[in-house]
């Protein structure tokens, strides 16, 4: 089984439960820390013009958080930079909204949430807030979103040559939907890659595709297993793992995601 696609990592961003963004972060996902949950805040993006900054919902906050973080990371300009975007859910509260506004008499939607409630609305704030004319892809594939995101964004970088931010993000849904469709929690992560190493990358990853069922990587510790299993994007989080260790020295790894039907996407992590 050979290398299918290799890339750079440049940035990384992070927001969830007790993982108040990279920096901060790593000692807890290298094992050197104990993993403390705690709420998640989602402030508004300083990015944004005051008018968009006030309609901006908090999927739009998570996903703004860890792109701009990673983007400061790499010392990136984001407006140079192509992105893809990935989530389960998209907007789960303006979703809610206009599913109960349906259900009443007065069905009238306002134009803010039906914008809020598209896909592609995070890179659309994204695009305003950092004037990006860069190519920018938005997608989603249920419990496997962010392996499809890592995938498209390491083929842009392989396919095209461009450095590409992934920016993936997953939210609660409010009952009675999480009842049918449970997250456990917001989170939201980011990773800046390049198609060749440069004097700002610390990682370098390669990935392979794998049908011999190797069980997926998990976390160690049970909150953070529980955190992993729990929301899709925090799927991520045994790379995410694997890349605090490398940062701190340590050998290179494999993590092993599910890419189903019955399929593994292997990801091989070591130093640039």
Same mark, same amino acid.
């Given at each position: ?17 007790? *993982? ?12 050197? +820390? ?12 300083? *990015? +944004? ?29 984001? #407006? ?14 303006? *979703?809610?909204?206009? +599913?109960?506004? *349906? ?15 598209? /896909?592609? #609305? ?55 939907? /999480? ?46 297993? #529980? ?11 045994? +790379?995410? #793992? ?31």
């Amino acid at each position: 089984m050979g290398r299918l696609m290799r890339a750079f990592v440049e940035g990384v961003g992070l927001l969830g439960p007790g *993982l108040a963004g990279w920096e901060e972060s790593r000692p807890v996902l290298a094992g050197r +820390l104990p993993y403390r949950p705690a709420p998640a805040p989602l402030p508004p993006s300083p *990015l +944004l013009p005051p008018a968009e900054r006030r309609r901006s919902v908090p999927t739009v906050k998570l996903a703004m958080a860890v792109g701009a973080e990673a983007m400061a990371q790499a010392d990136r300009d984001p #407006a140079g930079v192509a992105t893809v975007f990935t989530s389960s859910s998209g907007d789960p509260d303006t *979703l809610h909204q206009i +599913l109960e506004t *349906l259900a009443s008499e007065d069905r009238g939607i306002s134009p803010t949430r039906f914008h809020n409630s598209v /896909h592609n #609305a995070p890179a659309g704030y994204w695009s305003i807030a950092t004037r990006s004319h860069a190519p920018s892809t938005s997608l989603s594939s249920h419990d496997e979103s962010f392996q499809a995101g890592l995938l498209e964004a390491m083929a842009e970088v392989a396919a095209e040559g461009w450095t590409v931010g992934l920016i993936a993000y997953d939210l609660p849904y409010p009952e009675p939907l /999480h009842a049918v469709r449970p997250i456990a929690a917001p989170f939201g992560m980011a990773l800046v890659l390049t198609p060749e190493p440069t004097g700002r990358s610390f990682a370098r990853l390669d990935i392979a595709l794998s049908d011999s069922g190797e069980p997926p990587s998990r976390m160690a510790d049970d909150a953070l297993e #529980a955190l992993r299993a729990g929301n899709p994007t925090a799927r991520a989080l045994p +790379l995410l #793992a694997a890349l605090a260790r490398v940062s701190a020295g340590g050998a290179g790894e494999t993590v092993v995601l599910d890419l189903p039907p019955g399929g593994r996407l292997l990801v091989t992590v070591g130093a640039p």
